[in-house]
Structure formats: C-alpha cells, structure tokens
C-alpha cells in the first residue's frame, strides 16, 4: 500500500471540497455521535474505583488501578527533613512556574521539585495557543459562555469566572517579563479563532506558544534564584495530626534517594495521565506525563472531579510512525484545512468541539472509511496543502514553522502533502478538585494546572489550558505563601497513608501495583 | 478497521522489522530501522531519564551527536526527532554547564548596552559558524549572535523564536559564548522593553476592573441549568 498514491484522492477533490460548507451537529446528532464513537463511552474500558474519596465512582481501569495502588515508602521512614520552605511547588510546567513565581514574589521561601528539568512538561509543547477575550467584540462573558457549552454545561462555574476575567492580567504578565505574543499591524494583541469558540480570542507565539511563554518562565524562576530540585520525583506526601498537608516525600531519580522537604504548604503541579496510554491510545503528552500527582493527592484524601473524562485531540499524527500520537496542531483547522477520508470526502465541521471532531474521525475509520498505513494504522487526511491554496503559497511555512520542520525531518513536505491524522489521547479533563483559590479539600494542599479538575468540565476547548495554568498557578502561589506567613510548620507524618493503607486492605489490596508510576515503563525488557 | 485491531497489523515492515547495526556511545547493538533514536535506547533495554522530555521537538531534553557510516563528520539532532539507520553512531549529549546571566527584566535601564554587561563575550564572536552548523533547528545562530551585538534586538527574537534551548551551540563555540541564553536575554528585552503596549488588553483589564460586565455576569450567573444552555447556544 503506497501512502503517496493514496494522497491523491485529497488533491484531486480539493477544489470541489473548497466550495462545501459542512454544518455544525445539532445538539442531538452531537450527542448520539459521541456516545457512540468518542473513547470516553467505552464502557469496557471503566471501572468503578473501591475506595477512597471518589469510591464507587467510575474511570479508565488503568488510572483506578494507580489510585488504589500502594506508596513506594514504609511507614517507619526517619521523618528528618532534609528542606524546609515555605512553599512547596511539584511540578515544573507552566503551572508550576507561575506558581513558584508568585508565592517568590510575596517574599515566601519557595522550592520548587521537579520530576525531569525545569520546564519539562506539556506546556512546552502547547501550538495553539491561549484564549483570553481581548478582542473589542469579545468579553469575558462570552468566554465563558463557549467554554461552558464546550465543556458540556459541566464547568464549574466559580473557577470558569475567575479564569476568564483574570485572563487579560495575565497576558499583561506575560508581556511584562518579555513573552512575544504575536501582534497586529497597529500593536494590539493578534487573536485566532479556535474550535468551539465564537470569538477569535487565541493569543499565539505563531505556532511555538507554549515554548515561547515556558522559556521565558523558566528563565525567569532561574533569575529570581528560585531554589530547585531537580529530577526529584514526588512518590509521596506528609500530614500532620490534623490531616493536613506539610511537606512532601522525592524520589532523586540520580541517585534514588529520598528526600525529604518539610513544608508550610504544597502545590502540586504535576500534569496530566497521557503516558498511562488509556485504552491504548497513542499520545502527544510528555514523557513524565503519568498522573503522579493524582495518586499523591487521592491517597491524601483529595476528591477528584470529572476523572472519567479524556481529551483526545482529533489530530495526532498516524504517519510516518516516528511521529505518532504528535499533535498536528488545531491551528491548521482554524486557519481552514480540511478532514477527509478515504473517499476524498469531507465528514465534519472542522471547527467543531475537538470531542465531536476525534468521533467523526473514530467513526470514518470504523465505518472502513479511513486510511491504512503500512504498520497497520489507520487514519484520516487533514488537506495541510489547502491552506497555501486558499491564502496563498507560502501560508503553512510562514504559520507552522514548527509543524513543517517536525515533518520535514521525514521528507515531508507538508504545504504540498496532506498529513494523515487519528485522535490521539491529549488531556485529562478531569482532576483533583479545587476551589478558586486552587486549594483542595485537604488544607493545605492546592493544585493547578491539569491535574487539577472542574475547570473543563467535560471537555476543554483548545487555548483554555495555558490559560487555565496561569491563572490558578498565580492563584496557587499567592494564596500558598499568605498561608505560609500565617502558620507554624506542621508535623511531618504519614498518617493518611496508614489510613489508605488499611482502606486498601480492607477491600483486598486490589491494585498490586505501586504508586506514583513516575516513569512510563517503556525500556524493553531484553533477555 | 480501528486502531485497536491489532489483526490488522499484518505488513512485512511490521511483522518482520528490518534490522539495522547502530553504535550507543560506542557499544554495537541491532534495533529495527527507522525507529526513533530515543527509541532505540528503549529497545536496548535502557532506562531514560536525563535525555528524554516532551518527545515531540520541542523541549530539548534529548540533545545528540550522531554520526552516520563512513562520514567523519559529528552531526547533531534531538533523539526523539531522529530515524535511526543502519551505521549511525550516537550519544545523548549531557547537559554543558553555560553560564547563565542573572538579571531583572523590568528594570534593565539600557537593555541593548546591559548585554555586554551580562554576556560581555556575546561580541567575541570569531565566525567560525559552528553554532549554526550544530542547531537541529536550523536557526542561522551565528547570525542572531551578531545581530544581537548589534542591536537588532527585533530580528533576533523572530529569528529565535524555533529554539527550543537543547544547547547544543553552546560547546561548539570557540569563544565561549552560549547563543541561545544570549538569544533568551535579547528576546525578553524585546519583548519587554521595545514591543508597544497593546492598547486593546489594557483597555479590556480597565473594563474588567470598572464592573463593566457586572450586569451581564449577574444575569449569566443567575440562570438556571436550562436557562443557561439556551443562553449558550445563542452565542455565535
């Protein structure tokens, strides 16, 4: 099967698909196409989980088994610490930055640990953008309003507010320390219009966004001497008498070692589950993208919200196979590239909610509409040459830099080519629950980022993530240090991990595994 | 046909994987061709940590050298972008102690001057081009390093706007300078200190601040769960 004569069904139907306008769904058609063909109605791949704070509650099998698996650390551990701060941050992605840059800001001691480098994370790979209603014809209402019906209604309507009306704040930050938004001719932010949104309202570093803004976070926890410790991963964290959190427990991946950090309050900002590889999806996350700070919180006796709900991005790459489960980012749908099957067909509204779109796609490809590759995956064509068609020779190199030299590294051309896309698992949707203030229900402990839940509701719509980042790391960090000031250090003990533990043996110890993964198992085993 | 289907897998490339001879940091194994260089060290049966990031090219955590059979000359890639093939020699580059300028961007007087001060061997620059050579980017780094000497501050944040910091022009520089935390300094002054204000979002913050939304929100807010949906399909 030669992929290359199989693109020319996609050049040959181009002009005819150019004079199509395919329609949105109705609520209804939505609805029945994802019930039946998104990977979140995959009732085989679920399973309620038997104890601890969601009991009973359902999500993927492979995320249930890490939060009722066991922690790595014996309860007899010396409680010595070896740091202490005022505030802890875990995690070193864009969330985690902000966070640490803020609570440094009021004047708190701040550590921030760090499962690989500063800055390894999905935020460095963000494309698309991030939305914040700068736009005349925009308001922060509406921003809401587009985030709550992408979400499905299911957002959490406090924490939806705060994001979008701090939004504009925090672009001025970001200017501020040096981020290069991408601007219009009279010096105003430039904005693009995203899936699921009415408004153009995604400000863009053209295609390198999240990179652009993590470099520049990055350096700058480096030039405030933020204290860092690296290849540190969290395996577990400390309470005192009254449950509430005071510090952490690191495994130092160089040596590994534990290490001990006494804290006055925690911020987890650990990310997302994607390299738990759910229902054997492909992935576009991070290697250490592996729900740790779930499994840390939930033995801790945090409530998640919304975890049996995923966002597969409608287009990972499926060719050639180095690239698999790579985003192809959305920008190139917001900008017009077209979805097309097997028979040079258009099958939906490209700028659909990315959970309508990745169903289409899972439904041309079952209903034998998709394409083969010759290692057996199966996907659609996204028509990448259509956009040099419709705006002019030149348009995917000037816009997609990063995507063309991502391709080009295989001798693909992508402004003369269609890439061949299939949804790929992108996002947690879902997280440990929190209040405006990024905090959980265990004092002390707050999360931010996307391993925090509610914000999304049941889908996030694209751009709202860094966003989503910026707003609750500040938050996280602010509200972290001013509780810090006002409190003596509690008592490091593993308390709620003698309380998890017989919960766990009550029900049979079910998982058998150990908990946080840390690392996804992908070294061969060679005998 | 999904992607679950593993019966479909039944290709001679897939079944029957051609293997290939590579080098790891001088030690011979054979890997299946074409996988990635990440990969192969997985295939090995050898743990990543240091060297592996977001495994998509944008992080720069798996910094390489690599050469291919019978060529001399050492190129550079980043692992998880790179096709193994038969012949080639490679080893994740360790992380080079650079050093790096510390400063506070807001309050840099004189940007253009600071950097001397900051980078005083950015102007040092010998030509040699070798940084260029080594940027898997494709970034003509010694270009940016003289423009930013002189002052084109604006030419040097577009032109870096691909690095993706692995580093790798950083040991290759005969005089000692690191391009891409000079590159790093110089586009954060530009953004912070030569970019105009827009005005748009500084009107829209003072919006936020005078309550101008407050009687939508207080409407929005008081809906109820249908209310709400029929107000969200209303936006267009």
């Keep these: 099967m030669d992929i290359h004569a199989l693109q020319q069904i996609v050049h040959k139907t ?18 029945a196409l994802i019930e039946k063909y998104h990977p979140d109605f995959r009732k085989k791949a679920y399973r309620p989980i038997r104890f601890g704070p969601n009991a009973d509650e359902q999500t993927v099998i492979e995320l249930a088994t890490l939060l009722e698996g066991d922690s790595p650390i014996p309860e007899n551990l010396d409680m010595t610490p070896h740091y202490q ?81 701090e939004g504009p704040a925090i672009a001025r930050w970001l200017i501020e320390l040096g981020v290069l938004f991408d601007r219009q001719s009279d010096g105003n932010l430039h904005v693009k219009k995203g899936g699921g949104s009415s408004k153009p309202r995604l400000l863009t570093c053209s295609d390198y966004t999240g990179l652009e803004i993590m470099r520049v976070l990055k350096d700058e926890v480096l030039n405030q001497k933020i204290q860092l410790l690296e290849f540190c991963a969290a395996v577990e964290l400390l309470s005192n008498d009254e449950g509430h959190c005071t510090g952490a427990i690191f495994k130092d991946l160089d040596n590994q070692r534990l290490v ?48 049996d709900t995923f966002q597969y991005h409608p287009s990972g790459a499926v060719y050639p196979e180095q690239l698999i489960g790579a985003l192809v980012t ?97 996002y947690q949707n879902g997280g440990v629950k929190i209040d405006t203030n990024s905090e959980t229900n265990v004092k002390n402990l707050f999360v931010s980022g996307e391993a925090s839940g509610g914000l999304h509701g049941r889908n996030r719509l694209m751009g709202n993530s860094l966003l989503d980042l910026m707003v609750f790391g500040k938050r996280a960090g602010l509200t972290a240090a001013s509780r810090a000031q006002s409190m003596a250090q509690g008592k490091l003990t593993l308390q709620h991990l003698r309380r998890f533990r017989a919960e766990a043996k009550q029900h049979g110890n079910p998982s058998g595994v150990i908990s946080p993964m840390v690392l996804p198992a992908y070294t061969r085993k060679v005998s | 046909m999904t992607q679950e289907d593993t019966n479909v897998i039944d290709q001679p490339e897939v079944l029957k994987p051609r293997m290939v001879s590579i080098e790891i940091s001088g030690k011979k194994y054979e890997v299946p061709e074409g996988i990635t260089v990440i990969k192969a060290l997985w295939y090995t049966g050898q743990e990543v940590v240091r060297g592996a990031g977001c495994l998509g090219g944008f992080c720069g955590a798996c910094a390489t050298y690599y050469r291919t059979k019978d060529d001399p000359k050492v190129r550079t890639c980043l692992a998880c972008q790179m096709a193994v093939q038969d012949g080639m020699s490679f080893t994740i580059m360790p992380p080079f102690p650079a050093r790096k300028a510390t400063y506070e961007i807001q309050s840099l007087k004189d940007p253009k001057q600071d950097l001397f001060n900051l980078y005083p061997e950015a102007p040092l620059c010998r030509n040699c081009n070798a940084c260029t050579e080594a940027c898997p980017q494709k970034i003509d780094v010694r270009e940016g390093v003289w423009k930013a000497v002189f002052g084109d501050f604006k030419s040097v944040s577009e032109m870096f706007m691909d690095c993706v910091m692995c580093g790798m022009c950083t040991p290759v520089c005969i005089a000692d300078i690191a391009p891409n935390l000079v590159a790093l300094y110089v586009s954060r002054a530009q953004g912070a200190h030569f970019t105009e204000k827009p005005q748009g979002l500084e009107t829209r913050i003072k919006e936020i601040q005078d309550g101008r939304f407050d009687d939508e929100w207080n409407k929005v807010l008081a809906m109820n769960e249908k209310e709400l949906a029929d107000h969200c399909a209303t936006v267009k």
Aim: aromatic share 4%; with cysteine.
């Design chain 1, 85 to 165: 701060t005022d505030v802890l941050v875990i995690g070193g992605g864009g969330a985690g930055c902000a966070a640490a840059l803020h609570a440094h800001g009021t004047g708190a001691k701040v550590i921030l640990a760090t499962k690989l480098r500063l800055g390894d994370s999905n935020s460095v790979m963000a494309q698309g953008g991030m939305q914040i209603s700068v736009a005349p014809e925009d308001s922060p209402v509406t921003h809401f309003l587009d985030t709550l019906k992408g979400g499905h209604m299911q957002n959490d309507h406090a924490l939806l507010k705060v994001m979008v009306e």
């Design chain 1, 260 to 307: 001990i950090v006494a804290a006055k309050s925690v911020i987890l900002a650990t990310g997302g589950i994607g390299r738990l590889h759910i229902q054997g999806f492909p992935t576009s996350n991070h290697y250490g993208a592996t729900g740790d700070g779930l499994c840390l919180s939930y033995r801790m006796g945090a409530k998640l919200a919304h975890i």
């Design chain 1, 14 to 31: 181009r002009d005819a698909r150019r004079k199509q306008t395919i329609p949105k769904f109705s609520p209804a058609d939505r609805d």
């Design chain 1, 330 to 426: 959305e920008g190139i749908r917001s900008e017009g590239g077209h979805l097309v099957n097997a028979k040079g067909e258009r099958f939906v509204n490209e700028l659909d909610t990315r959970d309508v779109v990745s169903s289409s796609i899972i439904r041309e490809c079952e209903e034998s509409r998709g394409i083969r590759t010759m290692s057996g995956r199966v996907g659609v064509w996204l028509d990448t040459p259509l956009l040099d068609a419709e705006h002019g020779p030149g348009t995917v190199e000037k816009h997609f830099p990063a995507m063309m030299l991502q391709f080009e590294r295989f001798g693909i051309d992508i402004s003369k080519d269609p890439v061949l896309i299939y949804p790929t698992l992108h």
